[in-house]
Nanobody
Framework: QVQLVESGGGLVQAGGSLKLSCAAS????????MGWYRQAPGKQRELVAR???????VYADAVRGRFTISRDNAKNTLYLQMDTLKPEDTGVYHC????????????WGQGTQVTVSS
């Protein structure tokens, strides 16, 4: 029943790093663009980064140069390496599929909390 399971979040000081993981079902991972989404307190959920099945990546302006999205197709696992974290990166991070004009398509997992202190 659970198709997406995020992990790796935590509390970190500004300037620190975290690496998030997303274990996905093969049925949704293999043929789909995957993305990391986040929702900060009082804000709408936003797409942070996405990676196509080919490995091509696209980043939101706010994280470009600091975050790296990757995927291991053999393990059906999505990653987000986050470096030089800022307080504004604080939020709940979820993984999901991504499609043009649609965004996420699957049921949300539990997410993982990232808190960056100043």
């Amino acid at each position: 029943q659970v198709q997406l399971v995020e992990s790796g979040g935590g509390l970190v000081q500004a300037g620190g790093s975290l690496k998030l993981s997303c274990a996905a079902s093969a049925s949704i991972f293999k043929a789909n663009t995957m993305g990391w989404y986040r929702q900060a307190p009082g804000k709408q959920r936003e797409l942070v980064a996405r990676i196509f099945t080919t490995g091509t990546t696209v980043y939101a302006d706010a994280v470009r140069g600091r975050f790296t999205i990757s995927r291991d197709n053999a393990k059906n696992t999505l990653y987000l390496q986050m470096d030089t974290l800022k307080p504004e990166d604080t939020g709940v991070y979820h993984c999901n599929t991504w499609k043009t004009g649609v965004g996420p398509e699957r049921s949300w997992g539990q997410g993982t909390q990232v808190t960056v202190s100043s």
